[in-house]
């Protein structure tokens, strides 16, 4: 049975950083992309971050140089840095693995459970 498990949650204040990781059990993904996602309050769910097999990394555009994104393919667990925190960055944050964007959208066989992330000013 896949599991992700999702740790690093908190409450943190705008401007500081915080860093959520993902371990994954009962399947080897050192071969797939994972990545995350996240969910603010009262929108839709939305792409973060990814990294492919090959290290690849894809981050969401309003993200970049703020968000960056590394796996240990040993260990089957993928980590998502946050730095400069905003309010709008306040979001369940969920892991993802096995992942592929089709189109305009991403096909996700494992999700995580979600772990909360509030930014307070």
């Known amino acids: 049975q896949v599991q992700l498990v999702e740790s690093g949650g908190g409450t943190v204040q705008a401007g500081d950083s915080l860093r959520i990781s993902c371990a994954a059990s009962?399947?080897?993904?050192?071969?797939?992309?994972m990545g995350w996602f996240r969910r603010a309050p009262g929108k839709e769910r939305e792409f973060v971050a990814s990294?492919?097999?090959?290290?690849?990394?894809f981050v969401r555009d309003s993200l970049k140089g703020r968000f960056i994104v590394s796996r240990d393919y040993a260990k089957n667990t993928v980590s998502l840095q946050m730095d400069r925190l905003q309010l709008e960055d306040t979001a369940v944050y969920y892991c993802?693995?096995?992942?592929?964007?089709?189109?305009?959208?991403?096909?996700?066989?494992?999700w995580g459970q979600g772990t909360q992330v509030t930014v307070s000013s």
């Open positions: 009962g399947r080897d993904f050192s071969g797939y992309t």
């Open positions: 993802a693995a096995d992942l592929d964007a089709v189109g305009g959208s991403f096909i996700v066989k494992f």
């Open positions: 990294m492919t097999r090959r290290g690849n990394t």
